[in-house]
């Protein structure tokens, strides 16, 4: 199973960009999927995650009010729209597909994914 993650880049504190996550559609016909990020020498942390259908959404605190999850199942393609953005949104951005869930808690959301895609890197300048 291949996930693309496309849209990240560099931005200034304040602005706004939108990730896409692509994939094969029995993925996205069936997985709940969300996206992580890993800042530079640290862990990789959960940001947000999506139910099946669209229908369940799911935020970090840290990004909660900023940061927008949607699905396109027509389109095979799950987005992330982050605004506002902040120094501390710098990292690279995964999106992930997990057959059970959300909801997860922040602690096991990483463990509970099924596949992975690359990330693509967001670079947010104060």
């Known amino acids: 199973v291949q996930l693309q993650a496309s849209g990240g880049g560099l931005v200034q504190a304040g602005g706004s960009l939108r990730l896409s996550c692509a994939g094969p559609?029995?993925?996205?016909?069936?997985?709940?999927m969300g996206w992580f990020r890993q800042a530079p020498g640290e862990d990789r942390v959960f940001v947000a995650g999506?139910?099946?259908?669209?229908?369940?959404?799911s935020y970090a605190d840290s990004v909660e009010g900023r940061f927008t999850i949607s699905r396109d199942n027509a389109q095979n393609t799950m987005y992330l729209q982050m605004n506002s953005l902040k120094s501390e949104d710098t990292g690279v951005y995964y999106c992930?597909?997990?057959?059970?869930?959300?909801?997860?808690?922040?602690?096991?959301?990483?463990?509970?994914?099924?596949?992975w895609g690359e990330g693509t890197l967001v670079t947010v300048s104060s």
């Open positions: 999506i139910n099946w259908n669209g229908k369940f959404t």
């Open positions: 992930a597909a997990a057959i059970f869930g959300p909801p997860w808690t922040t602690k096991s959301a990483e463990n509970q994914m099924d596949y």
């Open positions: 559609g029995d993925i996205f016909s069936r997985y709940g």
